[in-house]
């Protein structure tokens, strides 16, 4: 007998229970498609899990909705119609059918009779279950929309998630208090009146309201997050500033009620420009004219390019006469070609390139500069402190035949490079000889260049040519003395060297007091005037002296060959031999080939009982027993020794005199 006391549940069967959780385990959708309802045969059921049908079931339908409780997601909330034309039996008992036909769910209820039309009481009723899951997300939230029959609340839930909302009767057009009764937009509100809200500060408080006396609700057609899309659309249909319009929700993805920024913008309505022919519009990204006028003047139309009435005047009154007219200030023209003899006005720039004034304005130039028309006709300087080096670089083309640069070291011990355009065949030509480049010191007067062509510049006068040059006619020397192969680098502008090579000694021999012991061969000797190419490579080659020997009976060591790149060379000389002295090295290409000579043979003591060591070829050595001294001398051949050890040759040694 049902009373206050009964209780009214729904529970899973085992067989639901089973597939819930296999769904849950595999991720495999649970598919709910069929409800059940029966009478129970009059009885009072209490919901069993063990149950795979109703005591008495006679009715099953598909369902009319199947979704997620609002309010809890872990309740599925399936609901079925029936109609006014089926019933005429009592409802006590309802089950849940998956798409396998198997009963999942079974709940009681309170006794309902379901009438028929025929009894004089017909009615459309839901009934609905609510069934408590562990995960909603495995149960398929879907339903056949060919097979149900929808009631009001679904039509209406499913129409407040159209893009097109119910009109609003104001829109806002400042930031509102939310509460209260109000006037918005010249239109005064009634509790209940719809609203939409668009310019609030905090932008997630926008939206559609219902007007109320105490606090604004929103509208139930915007007030979840599903009701809430891009693109919604909604027309205001009173207000001074916004009646008539429609307006469009324009922020982009989803959007949740109260956190995210709810943005409006009008999509179509007035824009307050009044009917009529204007001449200048301003219009919006929908192509509507929102702002329009009839300007009278040039800057009334934007325009930039025309001149005012007073400005041509001002203009004018500025112009000279154009008989006998009288220039002011500092008047300019441009300058005719050199060579012109017509009646054309001759500049400053002209009477320059005439020749007729050499430069007076000094122009400073930084190291690596390219010279261009803008240096033509000055007194180029490059200025540094200490000493250092720099370098010009004359241009390829943009200047005219007969252009001319003076140009100097300014200050500190400098020496300046200036380099013709490479790989266009330019060129420097002193005379009849051409150079890529040419040297100025800070002892060389001004150098003076001229313009004979594209990237072609003859020497006038002064750098390199300067009789004052104390370092005239040669220049510089280099020394090489250290044993080793190096690279020397012809300097600019220098064609012809003189070079002297000298070969390495010979060291001694060591012997004992009885024997004596030889001295090493002196190197050989070769001077000569080569000719060479600025900015080549050559070779040179030190040889390194015979090393010293300290163990009795042995010969010295032979010394190296020295060589000025393939132009000349000197052999080394040979080691000194116990008995006899050393054979000498010997020069070989040069215009001076010599040797610095043969090591000595051991000296025997004035009493005949022994032997002193001999000297090296060029030695210095005299009494080679005891004098402890090394050559001095590049070259030089080591004396022999009886106490300790022998004398080491001399290391050769290369000069490039230019």
Same mark, same amino acid.
């Given at each position: 007998? *049902?009373?206050?006391?009964? %209780? ?6 085992? !067989? ?18 069929? $409800? ?11 919901? @069993? ?22 309010? @809890? ?6 609901? %079925? ?16 059918? #998956?798409?396998?036909? /198997? ?64 009109? *609003? ?15 918005? #937009? ?5 509790? +209940?009146?719809?609203?939409?809200? =668009? ?21 139930? #057609?915007?007030?979840?997050?599903? =009701? ?17 319009? +429609? ?104 009477? =320059? ?13 930084? /190291? ?90 003859? !020497? ?6 300067? !009789? ?16 080793? *192969? ?16 000298? +070969? ?8 004992? $007091?009885?024997?004596?012991? +030889? ?5 050989? &000797? ?61 020069? &070989? ?37 005891? #004098? ?26 290369? &000069?490039?005199?230019?």
């Amino acid at each position: 007998m *049902v009373d206050q006391t009964s %209780q009214f549940y729904a529970i899973l069967t085992n !067989v639901g229970a089973a597939k819930q959780a296999n769904a849950d385990a595999l991720g495999i959708p649970w598919k709910i498609t069929q $409800m059940g309802v029966g009478d129970a045969n009059g009885t009072d059921p209490t919901p @069993n899990a063990t149950q795979t049908s109703l005591i008495n079931e006679w009715r099953r339908a598909p369902l009319n909705q199947l979704k997620v409780d609002d309010k @809890n997601s872990a309740v599925i909330v399936a609901e %079925q119609v029936i109609p006014a034309e089926v019933g005429g039996r009592w409802i006590r008992e309802i089950a849940l059918y #998956d798409a396998d036909g /198997d009963m999942i769910a079974v709940a009681n209820c309170a006794p309902t009779y379901k009438p028929l039309l025929s009894q004089g009481s017909g009615r459309t009723q839901v009934v609905r279950m609510n069934l408590i899951v562990s995960s909603a997300s495995n149960v398929q939230l879907k339903i056949d929309p060919a097979v149900v029959l929808a009631t009001r609340e679904w039509v209406s839930e499913e129409l407040a998630r159209q893009d097109f909302k119910h009109s *609003v009767l104001a829109a806002t057009t400042t930031n509102i208090a939310l509460s209260g009764i109000q006037s918005i #937009d010249g239109v005064t509100l009634s509790a +209940g009146a719809r609203v939409l809200v =668009k310019n609030q500060t905090n932008a997630k408080d926008n939206g559609l309201y219902l007007v109320a006396a105490g606090n604004w609700v929103r509208s139930r #057609d915007a007030d979840t997050d599903a =009701k809430l899309t891009a693109g919604l659309l909604v027309l205001v249909e009173r207000g001074t500033v916004n009646g008539d319009s +429609g307006w469009q929700l324009i922020s982009d993805g989803p959007i949740t009620v109260g956190v995210n920024a709810q943005d409006y913008e009008m999509a179509f309505g007035r824009t307050g420009v009044a009917p009529g022919l204007y001449r200048s519009v301003s219009v919006d990204k929908y192509g509507r004219v929102v702002a329009a006028n009839n300007p009278s003047t040039v800057a009334g139309y934007g325009l930039t390019d025309v001149y005012t009435i007073a400005q041509i005047d001002q203009a004018l009154a500025l112009k000279a006469n154009l008989a006998d007219p009288i220039l002011t200030g500092a008047p300019r023209s441009t300058t005719p070609a050199r060579g012109d003899i017509s009646t054309r006005i001759a500049t400053t720039d002209f009477v =320059k390139n005439a020749g007729l004034a050499m430069p007076v304005a000094n122009v400073g130039v930084g /190291d690596g500069v390219t010279l261009g028309p803008e240096h033509a006709g000055r007194y180029l300087t490059m200025s540094k402190s200490g000493t250092w080096s720099g370098t010009i670089f004359l241009p390829p083309s943009g200047l005219q035949r007969g252009d001319m640069f003076v140009i100097s070291v300014g200050s500190g011990e400098g020496t300046l490079t200036i380099k013709a355009p490479s790989g266009t065949g330019g060129y420097l030509a002193v005379s009849a000889v051409a150079y890529p480049s040419l040297t100025l010191t800070h002892l060389d007067p001004p150098l003076v260049i001229v313009c004979l062509g594209d990237g072609i510049y003859g !020497v006038v006068s002064g750098g390199m040519a300067s !009789v004052n040059n104390t370092n005239l006619p040669l220049r510089a020397r280099v020394v090489f003395r250290a044993p080793g *192969v190096f690279q020397w680098t012809v300097p600019a502008n220098v064609t012809k060297v003189l070079a002297e090579v000298w +070969g390495a000694g010979g060291s001694g021999a060591f012997g004992s $007091m009885s024997t004596g012991a +030889g001295g090493g061969g002196g190197g050989g &000797i070769s001077k000569g005037l080569f000719t060479v190419v600025p900015g080549s490579q050559i070779t040179v080659t030190v040889g390194m002296g015979g090393t010293s020997v300290t163990e009795v009976g042995k010969t010295g060591a032979h010394g190296g060959s020295s060589s000025f790149g393939s132009f000349c060379s000197a052999t080394g000389g040979e080691g000194g031999d116990i008995s006899n002295g050393a054979g000498r090295g010997m020069g &070989i290409g040069g215009d001076y080939n010599a040797s610095l000579g043969h090591g000595f043979p051991p000296v025997r003591n004035p009493y005949n009982s022994g032997a002193w060591g001999g000297q090296g070829g060029g030695g210095e050595s005299i009494y080679a027993a005891s #004098d402890a001294a090394t050559p001095t001398q590049p070259g030089m051949g080591g004396a022999g020794r009886t106490v300790e050890r022998s004398q080491s040759g001399a290391d050769g040694c290369v &000069i490039i005199t230019y």
